[in-house]
């Protein structure tokens, strides 16, 4: 059965740190990852979308990276804003489109 | 900037009731979505739909869910008997290419709400 896991459950920061958000995945055939971002009551917002031949790829301070290898995925937030507080949702497709989405890290940002 | 539209942000209902949930996607895109996110949980994928058709469902949209797209611009999401386990937000998406490679993008959702 297809699976995504998320690491941790919830994490709070400070702001103007840094963070690491993990995922791993068993999803086969593996075709591609994504990042999202959700404020409470709010639809997912795309931060970043990895095929399975790319490693890494950035949208201002979101940094996620893969390994297909290993099928873990992480997203690097730096310099966190107060407006980071949210949910972020890992999500990894096979072949057809029907996406496994994680339960999601949810972030506290404090001043 | 253009967004994905759904009304009615909040639907409430009675056991046994039809609703239909209504989303307006982005004029331009050529791919829908819906999903469903029970309070507390994870984001569930129900169905895409592409040229009139739908493309791919999940084990979670049963015959009693259906989608349409009556016109050019609205694409609805029927419940045709519901249940109080349908109670959830439900989110539109839509996108220009297919989900595979391209990037989604999410209505505000419509809280169902089935007493």
């Known amino acids: 059965k297809n699976q995504v896991e998320q690491s941790p459950q919830s994490l709070i920061i400070l702001e103007g740190k840094n963070c690491t958000l993990q995922c791993n995945y068993t999803v086969s055939p593996f075709s591609n990852l994504r990042w999202y971002k959700q404020d409470t009551g709010r639809g997912p917002v795309s931060l970043t979308i990895?095929?399975?031949?790319?490693n890494t790829k950035s949208n201002g301070r979101y940094t996620a990276t893969l390994d297909a290898d290993t099928k873990q995925s992480s997203l690097h937030i730096t310099a966190s804003q107060l407006s980071d507080s949210a949910s972020y949702i890992c999500v990894a497709s096979g072949g057809s489109y029907i996406p496994t989405f994680g339960r999601g890290t949810s972030l506290i940002v404090h001043p | 900037e253009p967004e994905v539209t759904q009304t009615p942000s909040h639907q409430v209902t009675q056991m046994g009731q039809e609703v239909i949930l209504r989303c307006v996607p982005i004029?331009?895109?050529?791919?829908f979505y819906w999903y469903r996110q029970i309070l507390g949980q994870k984001v569930e994928f129900l169905v895409s739909?592409?040229?009139?058709?739908?493309?791919?469902k999940s084990e979670i949209f049963d015959d009693q869910f259906s989608v349409e797209r009556p016109d050019g611009s609205n694409f609805t999401l029927k419940i045709r008997s519901t249940k109080l386990e349908d109670s959830a937000m439900y989110f539109c998406a839509s996108s220009k290419r297919w989900a595979d490679t391209d990037t989604q993008y999410f209505g505000p959702g419509t809280r169902l709400t089935v007493l």
């Open positions: 990895m095929t399975f031949s790319e």
């Open positions: 739909f592409y040229n009139n058709e739908i493309s791919e």
């Open positions: 004029s331009n895109h050529l791919y």
